[in-house]
């Protein structure tokens, strides 16, 4: 399997279950060395909707599950305010070992990982994708050959493109850590969720149309606190 929008990975998984082991087990870069767990992610595969944040932190780590510390507690506690359980969602992360001290992951790292997100993505084949935070955010930018002009740019507005033969629906917003810092800012989060839960109703139900659909010239009228979150 070969593409640009794949970073030129050639041994994607189509087995869910050996992917899994080989992510618990991997060794393919640095962070191996400093995790706990992996944290593969969790949910619903059949789920419509996916969310996707940038790496485990460290109860995440201790846990070897994702989004479980206070920003998973409060991811949680939107999409209960929206009537889903996020057991009804799948939930992952970019790279699935937690950089030491939660710095950012590396270029190399975030490349090297992305053979799992990609066949997580190829073999759910959700509708929906909630990028949660820049770095997530900016790795669906890269697979569809986008800019990225940063997350308070962008936030909120509706990425489409596609990964081999898969065609994906990406809203990127604000990752629920970075509410946790600055509450000003949970409202973006709550509105954006809340945009992406209604937009998988409709594809549901056949009424998506263009309606929302931008260009990143677009994007460069957002707004918002910070491009780190
Ligand atoms: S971050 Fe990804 S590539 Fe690196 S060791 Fe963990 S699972 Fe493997």
Known sequence: MHSRNTGGWRDLYSDWNSMIRDIVSCRRCRLHATRKNAVPGEGNVNSKIMIVGEAPGRTED?????????????LTKILRGFGVDRGDVYITNVVKCRPPNNREPMNDETETCSIYLLSQLLL????????????AGRWFADRFNLQWPGISRI???VLEGRIMDLELTVVPTYHPAAALRKPQILKYIESDIGKAI????????????????KTLLDFIA????????
Request: net charge positive; hydrophobic share 25%; aromatic share 2%.
């Open 62 to 74: 201790e846990m070897g599950r994702p989004f479980v510390g206070a920003a998973g507690n409060l």
């Open 124 to 135: 759910i084949k959700p509708k929906i994708v909630i990028a949660l935070g820049n770095h």
């Open 155 to 157: 936030r909120g507005r």
């Open 198 to 213: 209604e937009l998988s109703k409709r594809k549901d139900s056949g009424k998506d149309h263009a309606e929302g659909r």
């Open 222 to 229: 957002g707004s918002s606190p910070s491009d780190k979150s």
